[in-house]
């Protein structure tokens, strides 16, 4: 049986407004409340249970402009009549800016909300490029951004011997924020980046890479981040 989507989870259409979304929720939660099935065995309340959570999770998809804007190009790519590669191509690649326009707002809202203003540049090789303002710790923490197909050691090599090419004697610290929709295990990813910073401490450079899965906001940040980096990618998988 093919999966519903976050529209015929809330029972409502593509084109739904925000209020006809949150109205739709309250109705779809007050179905399976816990005081509709206290009566009922255990395996009822499983069941109500996994609908609230699958009722909650389209709600928060639906809810949140960018989020739903990035589910309904996956949708609309997934969905794609098969007419001719030239075609199709051109579909996929019309839906992919679509997302990828939506990550980087959300990333330049969450840089925002965090840091009340950054100041962004364009450099070449990156999607976005900001510092934040001095008065941090009297420092300032530059965000280098990258979306990548697949987030994996190779690419996040590649990523970093980028950076490493704008580094400055009075640059300031950086962070990399590698984004993609397919992201290589934790571990593998793990012993690339170890690798690669010792390398970069070694040559005077101080980098912080967090690798990041665009379609559920999990990120691997380094145990010696600083807490604003923690503090953006929270930002980022609750927005």
Not at 29 to 43: M, N, S
Not at 201 to 208: D, E, P, S, V
């Amino acid at each position: 049986m093919a999966m519903k989507s976050c529209y015929e989870v809330l029972e409502v259409s593509p084109t739904a407004s925000p209020g006809e979304i949150r109205h739709a929720y309250r109705h779809a939660l007050a179905r399976y409340h816990p005081d509709k099935v206290q009566h009922l065995g255990a395996e009822f309340h499983e069941i109500a249970a996994a609908k609230t959570a699958e009722i909650t999770e389209a709600y928060r998809t639906l809810s949140n402009p960018s989020a739903r804007t990035v589910y309904d190009s996956r949708v609309a790519a997934a969905a794609a009549p098969s007419r001719g590669d030239g075609e199709f191509s051109d579909d996929r690649a019309k839906a992919m800016e679509l997302v990828r326009r939506a990550v980087l707002e959300r990333v330049r809202d969450a840089l925002r909300q965090e840091f009340g203003s950054c100041k962004e540049t364009p450099v070449h090789g990156f999607d976005v490029a900001s510092t934040s303002p001095k008065t941090w710790r009297r420092r300032q923490l530059r965000f280098l951004v990258r979306m990548v197909p697949a987030v994996d050691a190779a690419a996040v090599e590649d990523v970093v011997a980028k950076a490493q090419g704008l580094i400055r004697d009075n640059h300031p610290e950086i962070c990399l924020l590698v984004m993609g929709e397919a992201v290589a295990p934790a571990a593998d990813l793990g012993r690339a980046i170890d690798d690669l910073r010792r390398r970069s401490l070694q040559a005077g450079i101080q980098l912080i890479v967090v690798p990041i899965d665009i379609r559920t906001w999990s990120a691997h940040v380094p145990a010696d981040a600083p807490s604003k980096v923690r503090a953006l990618v929270q930002r980022l998988r609750a927005a």
